[in-house]
């Protein structure tokens, strides 16, 4: 046996455990993300992402260290929540005046539509109407030339 051959049969798992743990928060956050509106489910999701590639990333490099990993994730933690926290504030103050635009722009549709069905209607009323007119008015002429030709 080689050295070589020695290194490629050595399992890393401390990043196969890391990324089991970051595949299952994400998987958590989903669960929990279909039930409550909470933070919980999404600090789960993010978090479990990070975590899954740093598995990833360390156990590929052969450098895998549970040190590192809960240092990256007491790095992680505190940015996660803030921006989690930065997006729910935008988000809410943004929700109102897209909710108001979004009603003002199906309504403006709504009109449009309605107003084109409506024209269309009327529209078709009058050419039904205005063919019925011109067919009876050509039925009269028609009626009165076969009578001037057979009379003559």
Known sequence: MTDDDE?????????FGAAAL???????GVFLQGRTEGI??????????????????????KTFSWNEYAIEKLINIPFTAVSIGIVRWLYGG??????????RVVARKVAMV???????????????AAKDAIL?????????????TFTQ
């Open 114 to 128: 309605l107003a084109r069905e409506v024209t269309t209607v009327c529209f078709g009323w009058a050419l039904r």
């Open 40 to 61: 919980t489910a999404v600090l789960l999701i993010r978090q479990g992402s990070p975590d899954t590639m740093f598995a990833i990333r360390t156990g590929v490099a």
């Open 7 to 15: 290194q490629a049969s050595v399992w890393n798992w401390g990043s």
């Open 94 to 103: 943004a929700e109102h005046a897209f909710r108001r635009a979004i009603a």
């Open 22 to 28: 970051g595949v299952i928060q994400i998987f958590a």
């Open 136 to 148: 009876e008015k050509l039925h009269e002429r028609l009626e009165s030339a076969i009578e001037s």
